[in-house]
């Protein structure tokens, strides 16, 4: 089972920068994207940025010009650069990646798989 491990995480003051690396144990057979989610206590669950196997990349509007998302497809591992981290900034983030599976059926099934980081705190405080 493909399982995705991160790091990086960790207490930074308003301004610093973090980078969080997510490292898959093995080669995602049919990836096709990869990104970062943040869970902050008592909200719902936000989708930080995306990249793509072709590298197309989406950014929430709070994080844009102040993180950037990268991959390396070789490593499969996808990093999250975080510059100028404020203290909303505060989360525990996730990153993610996907499979694509097909079901033995007539006609195919196409069918998604997700894997999930065990979560890395970050937190900006001064």
């Known amino acids: 089972q493909v399982q995705l491990v991160e790091s990086g995480g960790g207490l930074v003051q308003p301004g610093g920068s973090l980078k969080l690396s997510c490292l898959a144990s093995e080669r995602i057979v049919g990836n096709e994207i990869m990104g970062w989610y943040r869970q902050i206590p008592g909200k719902e669950r936000e989708l930080v940025a995306t990249?793509?196997?072709?590298?197309?990349?989406n950014y929430t509007e709070s994080v844009k010009g102040r993180f950037t998302i990268s991959r390396d497809n070789a490593e499969n591992a996808v990093y999250l650069q975080m510059n100028n981290l404020q203290p909303e900034d505060t989360a525990v983030y996730y990153c993610?990646?996907?499979?694509?599976?097909?079901?033995?059926?007539?006609?195919?099934?196409?069918?998604?798989?997700?894997?999930w980081g065990q979560g890395t705190q970050v937190t900006v405080s001064s």
């Open positions: 993610f990646a996907n499979s694509v599976k097909w079901a033995a059926s007539m006609p195919p099934r196409r069918i998604q798989l997700d894997y």
């Open positions: 990249v793509t196997d072709q590298r197309a990349t």
